[in-house]
């Protein structure tokens, strides 16, 4: 049996591997394990056993991993930075979006005149949501296609394939909105099935998108797949009730949760700035980045709320100069009339 000799392990974590890796089902590798608590500083030799797990992370390690001269091992994760940054980007416009026109429909429904004349306007904006759905579709799936390197590996293709078919069910997503606009007999309904279906192919593809990943790349994308199924289930939601403010709201928010995330996991795995670099195979890194999505979240409310009441006050002031322009005018119409009958 092979025996891969590791150094000291002093915040628990794999050291690295030297030596050819190890093939047996039960890899048993000798550890030199620091005792602090020992007065006289003795190291003692201990035993360690990996599971399946542990050793592909070894494995993998040994195989598509650089050193330094400090020992420190930097992981090649795949992907890059743009490749996070430009989907989170579009999600965070989409999400502000349908976040705005959703308030302005509600608030314009409560005063009906307003709502009549404002309309026209929203069967515009919903059309030309489609189109910029539509556009920014075609920019993503063709940007994956313009940067992709002559000579990469089998695994960045698929993962690459991964990405346009998700492009591709959010461009049939903006087709439908198309043609809902277009067409009036179109079931509205279908718009927000396709969202949900669009939404639920996203989470599918992300929790499947971890092959050969490391601990916090895993931990990231399982986020990610989290929150998409959560947007998923509560625009089926919208497919039941029509013209829930609470529920549109609730999925503007977990939509721009994905943007800042996806932003967020870029900065993580990649660092275009070249500052802090996360330990990516530590677990603790995980319970901070669990905290950090909270802040990601709470983040998303304040923004959808500050919207809101922006938005709100927008409208109301918009409305109470209509009126009093409206009400000297009609006085005026009124006293001309009784000048007349006089």
């Known amino acids: 049996m092979p025996v891969s000799s590791l150094g ?25 394990v620091f005792r602090p608590h020992d007065s006289r500083a003795i190291r003692t030799r201990g035993k360690l056993r990996l599971n399946f797990k542990e050793r592909n992370i070894l494995k993998h390690s040994k195989m598509n991993n650089s050193e330094d001269p400090t020992g420190q091992r930097h992981f090649k994760i795949p992907g890059d930075f743009q490749g996070h940054a430009l ?27 307003t709502y009549l004349q404002s309309k026209a306007w929203i069967n515009r904006a919903e059309l030309l949501d489609g189109i910029i759905l539509t556009g920014m579709v075609l920019f993503g799936a063709i940007s994956l296609q313009i940067y992709a390197p002559v000579s990469e590996s089998q695994l960045m293709r698929v993962l690459r394939l991964h990405h346009t078919v998700i492009y591709i069910f959010f461009g049939l997503l903006g087709v439908t909105r198309i043609l809902s606009s277009i067409i009036s007999s179109f079931p509205i309904s279908l718009t927000k099935l396709a969202l949900s279906n669009a939404f639920l192919v996203q989470a599918f593809i992300m929790f499947n998108h971890t092959h050969g ?58 660092n275009p700035t070249g500052g802090f670099e996360w330990d990516l195979t530590d677990h603790h890194s995980n319970m901070l980045l669990t905290v950090h999505f909270c802040w990601h979240y709470a983040f998303a409310y304040i923004i959808i709320a500050v919207n809101y009441a922006v938005i709100t006050w927008f409208v109301k002031w918009r409305f109470r100069k209509f009126s009093s322009t409206q009400v000297p005018l009609l006085k005026n119409s009124g006293q001309e009339q009784e000048s007349e009958e006089m």
């Open 87 to 113: 989907p989170g980007s579009f999600l965070i416009f989409l999400s502000l979006w349908w976040n705005s026109v959703n308030i302005l429909k509600y608030i314009c429904k409560k005063h009906k005149q």
């Open 8 to 32: 000291c392990c002093k915040d628990n974590r794999l050291p690295s591997v030297s030596g050819p890796p190890a093939s047996n089902e039960e890899l048993v590798i000798k550890l030199h």
């Open 213 to 270: 990943r490391v601990v916090v790349d895993i931990f990231l994308h399982k986020i990610l797949a989290l929150v998409t199924v959560l947007t998923s289930v509560v625009s089926f939601m919208e497919v039941l009730t029509k013209n829930n403010i609470t529920l549109e709201l609730l999925r503007s928010s977990l939509i721009l949760l994905q943007g800042t995330w996806l932003w967020h996991m870029g900065f993580v795995l990649y």
